[in-house]
């Protein structure tokens, strides 16, 4: 005798992202805490140090803000004019800006007057950063020269006046004190050593350079410039490795995760974008304006976003809480020794040994369809579904129900609340591509069976006409997608040449709509 | 040599086992049913077949034990014979000639040498009018006997047999028809009927279904069209006749059965449900779910242990009184249409069709055993007529064996037609497939056709379907995440001018891809997803497409309605073509034959061919009368070596088919089937002996034995058993009951197995020995007769001695006389060493 087959409850994979290892970690933060700043946020900087706090440059200020404060806990205010990247020295304890005027400063970040003034550059000085030993600055400027500067005695080392545009990248090298990167708006990334005093590799980036990024193996360089991130491989005398063009507007900000070097890049078009040490993109975060600026803590604890509209975007990594422990071993069921008992028990010989069926756990609905009882099988599946908010079980009912050929039976019968239950249930899913067929069957049969009744129930009538309404509005935008598909498919034919070729692969759209594997 | 003649066409395997009740002996260790022109004996333990009483030459009809003698059975069969067998051995006892097709049979202990048969006697078979016969068994000892003295004791009864019952021990017959219960009283000699309304108010239907009567009570129980049982009582006179009903049923009864005590009424019907209804106490009932298909009859057994019913499905079922199910007997499910193809499983060499509603079936051809049910649609099935259920329509393997793709479909004569696409992993841990891959909407329309690439490395899988697309389908197409690679996802979408595509096949190397779209066939290269030609030969549209094998994989083969086509795929030229009509084309996987089924004037025609030459290999004119649309190619357990021509073809692997009225039909070799016979026989003996310290003892025996004879036999490849071992073989499976007393036997056999020094000694023994059977031969005239047959195959054994071979006529002739009794005694003689 076969055993009652429980109700299949399909499994249909969510169309598009697919969730990984990667999606999953990033989408493990906090909803974002917003902060406004006076202008564009330029620059965002996290201290070395714990605890991490981080230096925010927007219009004429630096904000240093703790990692879980609303309001700066630091600032410097005295500028004349825009300020420009400010950013930690390798100890946390001095940071250097830049400025509209061209003046660089270098302040205590306990204190509030700057400690030093470069002056040299004739205009404004957009990047700015110290080199790995600590005792120099180097520094990038509109006027097309990068120089470095003593801290010490606050005179300028050298410049370097190889680029033919602004300067506006930087990136000094952690292992060396005497390399740096710099990006130009003429297109190049250059390599300087300041024991040469000359550049030691260029690279072709093909579009102006808005910001310059070194692995921690500093065997790779990141460039970032018009809708493009490239990667360089030092190694190989920097030979690109992969170009990637995944925004559709100019790429203004890179930075890698402190856990394992995935590389985020940010831009103008409002997303940030993840990639996996494969280069391809595992997640996305969407904001509100275009991205100037970002930057993330050590342990990728807190991404740090600035915008356009000089909001600065702050998301904090979540963590399991303790207290969820505590509830989970209030929660604990029979305590081991039930289970065992009489488990290990070893029958002598002569026993005779009554063996006791397995007993089948079914589901509410399953025993209820079991002993054929539709109707009530059907109001738990909406039960279920009121409970969980998971349509699937309960569409799996309603076919299931349609299979017997007795979801007329069902359905029929039943008083104004359990209806209008069941019309919420179709309203909220008669637009998921997954349920929509039974959907439609279960409006079809509603409407069949209600007609003559229907003016009785105002709340009943009212969701109807709810339902006619997002019906019309949903026809109308099939109608609209399917005249975008008839104007992409005349450009996709003007598009190929006049090749004999007979198949052509269906549309993306039409393929997506279509696969639906498990 | 083999003649061209000897190429025939067979009958082969999963007969229906549930056309009538099976019949339980009396200890209720074996259950018997009638399948096809044999009856089985399976044991009720272990599900095993133990007989096959083979000699009707026609459809079994009915079964029942001889009253007289509770091991023996009587058989009736549309060939107009009845057939009286020791169902224990397998012996065939007598035959009664009727002369008259016979459908059913009943017998009763109150009428000795007395057996009612359903017969037709009008000349033509379409009228559905059957009579009951009684006939008066002639008491002759003649193995045929021509049974004349018929008496009818009604006319005009239904032609279903389950309408009739003997009652209360014989003492009256219940047979409805339509609307009205007949009851007829033999000693009376009158006959009480009884009609009901054709419907009542409800507009229930009325209409009778099946008969029982009580064993001991005045009682007739019978099962209506609407799922009502009424039971009779007080119906031995005109006017106050009783009835009450019992409903549970919401379908017709298709069966009842009266404990034989007569405690309980069990009934079954379309829902698979067993009820048991207590006897006297109404509406008090028991009830077993979900046995398979429908329940077509109720057999108990005379103790009232077990019960056994036979299924829709091809299946008998075995319960036990306490209703727990103990044993299942099923048979190659063969349901109204075959709508997947035949296929062979590469692994278990199985064959693979769908079978039970959802499932597909692996059947062991080689064994006529079914292996085991694979659930597709894994959904609850629901009994009850007229639903739209899944089935599954269209299942592929891959050439390995490790991967299985179904179609399971619903709502084809609607409008909304739903169907899965499922792809099924082979699991070694459980040596059974496991579900991986559900496609929901694989296409916006019904699949036609699918097939999976033939290269062992990577599998792919390819569906055309009737919105004009065909897709392939890969495993793990998209990797960017580890975890998805062993899921199927499409890979490729082609089309060809929004013709429908109406099938597909890959080359043997899978370098090419063809797809046939109405008239044109469209070669594609699978690796980049090009079309490289496209082949044409108009008219009609194309069937079947498939590429040639092994020496002849340059060739592409389509048929259409009206010719076969052969293309060279060197030159894209057509290679040659003939106007036939094919109705199906198979390739042989083994070689690069086709066999190629043509429909022509009411009859089929079979060719097989290979793709170079196109003259045939062998022809087979006129092989059924009815088309013939699946076939397949089985491979050969062991490779023949058949040098004729004609029989060539056969040598790897074996042609079954299918034909419409589901006939499973096959080619065989006279010789071949000989040879597969005599090794059957001799597996069972090897079987059924168990490895015991006597047994231990014995084989040692036989061994030295078979040292001693090795010399001789050098020369063949199976050496005939020598005598000495067959005879305690047959010593060993005599009857306990039939044989003489222990004490007789025991000095005999234990010096049987000394080994004599002494040529004196022997002669005496020997002599000892002659006494015996002497003794023996006494008991009865038939024992005498064979005994006297089996010494006159010795002296022709002895001249077989120089030859081992025996003819063809002798080995029938002493198959015979080993199945008569003691004829092992006399063997005993010789197998002095």
Same mark, same amino acid.
């Given at each position: ?136 600055? &180097?520094? $990038? !400027?509109? *006027?097309? +020269?990068?120089?470095?500067? #003593?801290?010490? /005695? %606050?005179?300028? @080392?050298? =410049? ?20 740096? &990167?710099? $990006? !130009?708006? *003429?297109? +190049?990334?250059?390599?300087? #050593?300041?024991? /040469? %005093?000359?550049? @030691?590799? =260029? ?22 410039? $018009? ?292 | ?833």
């Amino acid at each position: 005798m076969a055993s009652f087959k429980p109700t299949k409850v399909q499994v249909l994979p969510k169309l598009g992202e697919k969730v990984t290892e990667d999606t999953l970690y990033w989408r493990n933060y906090k909803s974002p805490v917003q902060m406004k700043e006076f202008g564009a946020v330029k620059k965002i900087d996290f201290s070395p140090l714990p605890p991490h706090n981080y230096a925010v440059t927007a219009s004429t200020r630096v904000h240093i803000y703790g990692p879980h404060s609303q309001e700066p806990i630091q600032s410097f205010t005295r500028f004349r004019d825009t300020a420009y990247c400010g950013t930690f020295r390798g100890d946390g304890k001095l940071l250097v800006t830049g400025s509209e005027e061209g003046l660089i400063r270098l302040f205590d970040v306990s204190g509030r007057v700057a400690l030093r003034q470069f002056s040299g550059h004739s205009k404004a000085v957009r990047v700015t950063s110290f080199l790995s030993d600590g005792l120099r600055v &180097v520094s $990038g !400027s509109d *006027d097309m +020269t990068c120089r470095v500067w #003593d801290i010490p /005695s %606050g005179a300028e @080392l050298k =410049t370097f006046t190889e680029h033919t545009d602004y300067v506006r990248a930087l990136a000094p090298s952690k292992l060396n004190p005497d390399l740096f &990167v710099t $990006g !130009s708006y *003429d297109h +190049t990334v250059k390599m300087f #050593d300041m024991r /040469s %005093g000359s550049s @030691l590799m =260029t690279m072709q980036h093909g579009y102006p350079v808005e910001c310059v990024l070194l692995y921690p193996s500093e065997a790779l360089l990141v460039s970032t410039g $018009g809708r493009y991130v490239k990667i360089w491989d030092l190694l190989k005398g920097g030979q690109e490795l992969v170009s990637l063009k995944n925004h559709h507007k100019t790429v203004t900000c890179a930075c890698l995760s402190t856990v394992d070097n995935k590389l985020l890049t940010g831009s103008l078009d409002r997303h940030i974008k993840v990639y996996n040490s494969s280069y391809k993109v595992v997640h996305d975060f969407d904001y509100d304006t275009s991205i100037l600026s970002m930057a993330i803590a050590p342990h990728d604890e807190v991404i740090a976003v600035g915008m356009t509209n000089g909001v600065l975007s702050v998301r904090h990594r979540k963590h399991k809480k303790v207290n969820e422990t505590l509830t989970s071993r209030r929660r604990r069921g029979p305590s081991y020794r039930v289970f065992v008992k009489g488990k290990n028990f070893v029958p002598r010989q002569d026993d005779f040994l009554v063996s006791k069926p397995v007993k089948e756990y079914l589901q509410k609905h399953d025993k209820q369809l079991k002993s054929f009882e539709v109707s009530k099988a059907l109001d738990t599946a909406l039960q279920i579904w009121g409970r969980t908010n998971k349509p699937e079980v309960t569409v799996a009912v309603i076919m299931e129900i349609n299979r017997r050929g007795t979801l007329k039976n069902a359905l029929a019968g039943r008083d104004e609340q359990s209806l209008s239950k069941i019309l919420n249930f179709v309203l909220k899913h008669i637009f998921d591509p997954r349920f929509s067929q039974p959907m439609i069957m279960v409006g079809d049969i509603i409407v069949d069976l209600y007609k003559e009744v229907i003016p009785q129930s105002p709340s009943v009538e009212r969701l109807l006409q709810r339902l006619m309404d997002v019906l019309g509005g949903e026809t109308e935008l099939q109608h609209e997608l399917l005249q975008v598909l008839g104007i992409l498919d005349t450009l996709f034919a003007s598009l190929t040449p006049r090749k004999e070729v007979a198949a052509l692969a269906a549309p993306p759209v039409d393929q997506g709509s279509q696969l639906q594997a498990a | 040599m083999v003649e061209k003649s000897d190429i025939r066409v067979v009958r082969c395997g999963g007969s229906k086992i549930n056309l009538r009740p099976s019949v339980f002996s009396t200890d209720s260790r074996f259950v018997l049913c009638a399948s096809g022109d044999s009856v089985k004996v399976y044991s009720t333990r272990t599900e095993e077949c133990l007989h096959s009483l083979q000699g009707h030459t026609n459809q079994v009809t009915g079964i029942t034990l001889n009253p007289a003698n509770h091991l023996q059975v009587y058989s009736c069969s549309a060939d107009g014979t009845v057939k009286l067998w020791d169902f224990i051995d397998g012996i065939l006892i007598k035959t009664f000639i009727i002369g008259y097709p016979v459908f059913a049979i009943c017998v009763s202990e109150k009428h000795e040498g007395i057996i009612f048969l359903q017969l037709s006697m009008a000349t033509n078979s379409k009228s559905e009018c059957l009579q009951l016969v009684a006939v008066h068994l002639p008491k002759s000892a003649e193995q045929e006997v021509e049974a004349k003295e018929l008496s009818a004791v009604c006319s005009h009864i239904s032609s279903n047999p389950s309408c009739t019952a003997l009652g209360r021990g014989g003492e009256f017959i219940a047979f409805a028809r339509h609307l009205q219960l007949n009851v007829y009283f033999f000693r009376k000699q009158k006959t009480y009927s009884f009609s009901l309304q054709a419907t009542d108010k409800k507009g229930a239907k009325n209409a009778f279904t099946c008969v029982a009567c009580h064993p001991t009570d005045d009682c007739i129980a019978t099962g209506h069209e609407d799922g009502k049982i009424r039971l009779w009582r007080n119906f031995n006179q005109k006017k106050e006749y009783t009835y009450s009903t019992l409903h549970w049923h919401h379908n017709a009864v298709n069966t009842l059965c009266f404990t034989p005590e007569g405690t309980h009424l069990l009934s079954g019907g379309i829902e698979s449900v067993l009820v048991q209804w207590k006897y006297g106490a109404d509406n008090k009932k028991e009830l077993l779910p979900r046995l398979g298909g429908a329940i077509l009859h109720i057999a108990a057994s005379s103790d009232g242990q077990l019960f056994c019913t036979s299924h829709s499905d091809n299946k008998l079922t075995v319960i036990e009184s306490n209703f727990k199910v103990c044993g299942v007997i099923q048979g190659l499910v063969k349901g109204d249409d075959v709508l997947t193809d035949l296929m062979i499983d590469p692994r278990s060499k199985a064959l693979v069709l769908n079978g039970r509603p959802g499932h597909l079936q692996f059947y062991s051809l080689l064994r006529d055993k079914h292996l085991y049910n694979l659930d597709i649609v894994q959904q609850e099935y629901i009994y009850e007529a007229g639903l739209d259920q899944f089935e599954v329509v269209k299942a592929v393997f891959d050439i390995k064996g490790s991967w299985l793709a179904t179609v399971e479909e619903r709502g084809r004569k609607s409008s909304d037609l739903e169907f899965f696409l499922k792809l099924w992993a082979y699991d070694e841990k459980t040596q059974s497939f496991v579900l991986n891959t559900t496609i929901t909407a694989a296409h916006t329309d019904r699949i036609i056709s699918m097939c999976f690439s033939s290269s062992e490395e990577t599998t792919m899988l390819v569906t055309t379907a009737e919105d004009g697309q065909f897709k392939a389908w890969c495993q793990g197409a998209d990797a960017d995440t580890q975890q998805d690679q062993n899921f199927w996802s499409c890979d490729f979408v082609g089309s060809y001018h929004n013709l429908k595509p109406t099938n597909c096949s890959f080359s043997a190397d899978s370098s090419l891809l063809a797809v046939s779209f109405q008239e044109v066939i469209t070669i594609w290269s699978p690796e980049t997803w090009e079309m490289l030609t496209t082949l044409c030969q108009p008219p009609g549209e194309i069937r079947d497409l498939c590429f040639g094998r092994l020496s002849c994989s340059k060739y592409l083969l389509s048929t259409t309605n009206r010719n076969l086509c052969c293309w060279n795929l060197l030159t894209c030229a057509l290679e040659w073509s003939t106007s036939v009509e094919v109705s199906k084309l198979q390739p042989d996987p083994l070689s690069e034959n086709v066999a190629a089924f043509s429909y022509q004037s009411k009859h089929t025609d079979l060719f097989v061919f290979k793709p170079s030459e196109p003259r045939p290999l062998f022809t087979h004119k006129n092989v059924c009368s009815e088309k013939v649309h699946r076939a397949v190619f089985v491979p050969q357990e062991e490779p023949l070596n058949n040098c004729d021509e004609s029989s060539q073809w056969l040598n790897r692997s074996q042609l079954y088919f299918l034909t419409q009225n589901m006939d499973l039909l096959t080619f065989n070799q006279a010789t071949e089937e000989d040879r597969m016979l005599s090794s059957s026989k001799r597996l069972v003996i090897d079987d059924s002996v168990a490895v015991t310290p006597f047994y231990l003892l014995l084989g040692k025996h036989r061994q030295q034995q078979q040292n001693l004879n090795t010399p001789s036999y050098t020369g063949a490849d199976k050496p005939q058993q020598p005598q000495g071992s067959a005879t305690i073989k047959e010593l060993l499976h005599t009857p306990a009951h039939v044989l003489p007393a222990a004490s007789v036997l025991c000095s005999m056999f234990v010096n049987s197995l000394l080994i004599s020094k002494t040529g004196v000694r022997e002669e005496m023994e020997s002599s000892e020995q002659e006494m015996d059977s002497e003794k023996e031969e006494e008991d009865s005239e038939e024992e005498m007769e064979a005994c006297d047959s089996q010494q006159e195959l010795r002296a022709q054994g002895s001249v077989d001695e120089v030859t081992p071979k025996l003819s063809k006529a002798q080995e029938k002739e002493l198959k015979r006389v080993r199945k008569t009794d003691f004829s092992w005694m006399t063997g005993l003689i010789d197998s002095k060493p």
